[in-house]
């Protein structure tokens, strides 16, 4: 089983900091790690799939990079309504799996 | 515009079978490339996968739970099913169908970009 280790787990900043959050695969999986924002009591959004291509309607201050075993989020300059939760997730195991990361939770400094 | 509603019980015994649905709209289950999975998240955790159909009738099972699980759907009704069988306390959670668009080659990462609000189901006597 491919297991997704996410840091840190927990993120304090401010409005306008650039905040970045990293998931390391343990095995390589390509290109094959997405990216989703969950708010308080919501479901999950997706935010980037393929490592970097940004799903639709999602603001460009979101990015992401990465390829094989290790991969980053980017948030270029915070909003008030990023404050979340965010997880990556792969799809790359064969037979297929769809593991998510354990969360980093980004709050208010 | 795809939508989709989970419903069932919110409240079963520990040892019990839960039987939970997925109604999708705005597109059909009859279509090739439809997939719909679960992912459930206990309170305060992380986000874990459960099953997945595809559009195929190909079906996927999380490990861990394989031996608890069976997926189905009906695409009379577009709709499909997710059996838990056995439950216990640990398996409190809110359950999640979502839709998985697959990766490709050029495209990879097979994503959820389509998620039911989800509904929390309590395992307790």
């Known amino acids: 089983d491919i297991q997704m280790t996410q840091s840190p787990s927990s993120l304090s900043a401010s409005v306008g900091d650039r905040v970045t959050i990293t998931c390391r695969a343990s095995?390589?999986?390509?290109?094959?790690l997405n990216w989703y924002q969950q708010r308080p009591g919501k479901a999950p959004k997706l935010l980037i799939y393929g490592a970097s291509s940004l799903q639709s309607g999602v603001p460009s201050r979101f990015s992401g990079s990465g390829s094989g075993t290790d991969f980053t989020l980017t948030i270029s300059s915070l909003q008030p309504e990023d404050f979340a939760t965010y997880y990556c997730q792969q799809s790359v195991s064969t037979p297929p799996e769809y593991t998510f990361g354990q969360g980093t939770k980004l709050e208010i400094k | 515009q795809i939508t989709l509603n989970e419903s069932g019980p919110t409240l079963v015994e520990p040892t019990q079978t839960l039987t939970l649905t997925c109604t999708l709209t705005?597109?059909?289950?009859?279509?090739?490339?439809?997939?719909l999975g679960w992912i459930r998240q206990p309170p305060g955790k992380a986000l874990e996968w459960l099953a997945l159909?595809?559009?195929?009738?190909?079906?996927r099972y999380s490990p861990s739970l394989k031996t608890r699980l069976s997926i189905t759907k009906d695409t009379s009704k577009n709709q499909v099913v997710l059996i838990m069988t056995n439950m216990d306390p640990v398996d409190t959670a809110t359950y999640y169908c979502a839709h998985l668009t697959a990766g490709t080659y050029s495209v990879p990462g097979s994503r959820f970009d389509y998620w039911g609000q989800g509904m929390l189901v309590t395992v307790s006597s």
């Open positions: 095995q390589s999986i390509n290109r094959n």
């Open positions: 705005g597109s059909s289950l009859s279509t090739a490339r439809v997939n």
């Open positions: 159909i595809y559009w195929d009738d190909d079906k």
